[in-house]
């Protein structure tokens, strides 16, 4: 999810300057006041004139044109639209695959186009992330994602590190546990042929041996019983 989340911000801000880049166009200017704009999410708009919202989130990378084809024909173009790849494999929150994923950005206004960017975004599975909407939030949230990464790194390092000690220890003993083992199933399996006395508390076999033998095992019982 911070992983996620990162690539998101990165985006996320990618669009936001785009869109700066954009609306110092005078025509664009023009008709949309930059002041006016509000963010994260599906946040409503508290301006009293014409203005834009915006909904960030990702969505699997095969899915971005037929997105974005939805999205133009249901809302008749009045929606602009940015995607940005992310480089990195990321895992999916429901799925939990690793899959790649692209990171959307749609500008919209209106509630109208905001229910029908709801029900495409759940049509396509598209995780919704809130973006903060002034440059000073913006950056503490990033901050914020990249400490989390930085301790999640550490963690996953110490966790190895300890993982690599623990097998390295396993694999110097692991051969005699072996021996071990096959020693207490071969006892165990001939316990198991033996008949139990319960009247004298003893294990009864039978069976048969070279007579020039029957001393060497009476001194191996004799040996197993002391």
Known sequence: RDTTSNSLFSGVAHGMSWFDTLSGDSHFSRNVDRNKFTGGGFKPATATFASLQYVSGVIHREKVLVFERVIFRSTRGNCLLRVFDIDEPVVDPVSKEECFKSVFLVFYSGSEVQN???????????????????????????????????????????????????????????????????????????????????????????????????????????????
């Open 116 to 226: 029908k960017l709801a029900k495409i975004c759940a049509a396509f599975s598209a995780n919704r992330y809130s973006f903060p909407e002034e440059p000073t939030q913006q950056s503490q949230a990033y901050t914020d994602c990249k400490h989390r990464l930085d301790d999640l790194y550490t963690i996953i390092h110490s966790t190895e590190l300890q993982r690599r000690e623990m097998l390295l220890d396993i694999s110097a003993n692991i051969s005699s546990w072996e021996n071990k083992v096959a020693r207490e199933k071969a006892i165990f399996h001939v316990l198991n042929l033996l008949n139990y006395d319960t009247s004298q508390k003893l294990f009864i076999g039978e069976g048969w041996t070279a007579s020039s033998s029957v001393q060497t095992i009476r001194e191996a019982l004799e040996m197993g019983r002391k």
